[in-house]
């Protein structure tokens, strides 16, 4: 099966600029997750949907951060204005459905390595 | 609310050797418990996982891990390292009846010839 793909791999953007992130789930995987991980640290998540419903957006910095997963299948991060913060690689991951989240495992894209100068 | 420690950040083991990776977890109900891998400039991939039943769990490649409850650990191993086993390796838990995964700070092994 294909994997989740993301792009772009890397994105260097000066601060204060926006910036996007893509990413296209394993065919059939309801649940998309969007984590971010800062150097030298695990994976920290932002936003889980199911199909397209953004079900937990609890640790999402809403007031530069959004997200959407318009039919249920690909996904769009977006940072509007982006800071020196924001360095880090963007994961997206996805699994097969809420009632399995739990217990089966995440399949994560490459992720985007975002570089704010 | 769980948590994860991965007692090591850095692993360096010469090839061949054996090498124990350490992880403890809290949480206030039962969990489930992952590993995964990271190789350089990819992403992250299930290496095994605890779900119930037998408390020793083992990958494809030879890496086992036992869930410890009454430790709240689960320590990852392997007996013989390979120079291709260099990579960063994460402990992960999600309680069970929850949708959340939380990972630990990874531990990064480093084999050496």
């Known amino acids: 099966e294909a994997g989740v793909v993301q792009s772009p791999r890397y994105k260097i953007i000066e601060k204060k600029q926006p910036v996007a992130f893509w990413c296209n789930p394993i065919?059939?995987?309801?649940?998309l997750y969007w984590y971010r991980q800062n150097l030298g640290q695990g994976p920290e998540l932002l936003i889980r949907?199911?199909?397209?419903?953004?079900?937990?957006d609890s640790q999402l910095p809403k007031d530069r951060f959004s997200a959407e997963r318009l039919k249920g299948v690909d996904s769009t991060l977006k940072i509007q204005p982006a800071e020196l913060g924001d360095s880090a690689v963007y994961l997206c991951?996805?699994?097969?459905?809420?009632?399995?989240?739990?217990?089966?495992?995440?399949?994560f894209g490459n992720g985007t390595r975002l570089t704010v100068t | 609310a769980q948590s994860v420690t991965q007692l090591d950040s850095q692993v360096p083991v010469f090839e061949e050797a054996p090498v124990e990776l350490r992880c403890n977890y809290s949480?206030?109900?039962?969990?489930?418990l992952f590993w995964y891998v990271q190789y350089p400039n990819q992403g992250l991939q299930l290496l095994l996982k605890?779900?119930?039943?037998?408390?020793l769990v083992e990958s494809i490649n030879g890496f086992e891990a036992e869930f410890n409850k009454s430790q709240t650990s689960f320590h990852l191993r392997k007996p013989s390292v390979h120079i291709s086993d260099t990579a960063e390796y994460f402990c992960a838990v999600s309680e069970t009846g929850g949708f959340k995964t939380i990972f630990g700070a990874g531990t990064r092994l480093f084999v050496k010839a």
């Open positions: 949480s206030s109900v039962s969990v489930y």
């Open positions: 949907y199911e199909n397209e419903e953004a079900v937990d």
């Open positions: 065919s059939g995987h309801n649940t």
């Open positions: 605890y779900l119930s039943g037998s408390t």
């Open positions: 991951a996805s699994s097969l459905d809420s009632a399995s989240s739990y217990n089966s495992p995440l399949h």
